[in-house]
């Protein structure tokens, strides 16, 4: 049985998810396009996102003046939920990298976090 890249992504995706669940953590969400990037703060019940930021923002467009799926994208991504996330008083977060290898822009954004203050 052939399975498209996208739906092996999303099986790892589901087995993370599932065992943050089983922790009740609240989570650090990151989705890629080959554009843009997204970063979210969800509940540990998953029904309330507390906080997102992503290049897609209007105010992040004009900081960046280029593309922004590189690695100095993610960083500002990373910076910027973290100081969301701390503005809606969470400190502690589990990360889930949605089935995406933590490499490159998501482990960028990652350690954006952590230097900006969320611990995981």
Known sequence: MATSKKEQRLRRARQTRARIALQGAVRLTVFRTNLHIYASVISGDGSTVL??????????????KETG??????????????????????????????????????????????????QF
């Open 51 to 64: 906080a997102s930021a992503s290049t897609a923002e209007k105010e992040v467009r004009e900081q960046l």
């Open 69 to 118: 799926s590189n690695v100095a994208a993610a960083t500002l991504i990373g910076k910027r939920i973290a100081e969301k996330a701390k503005a809606a008083g969470v400190e502690k977060v589990a990360f889930d990298r949605a089935g995406y290898q933590y490499h490159g822009r998501v482990k960028a954004l990652a350690e954006a976090a952590r230097e900006a203050g969320l």
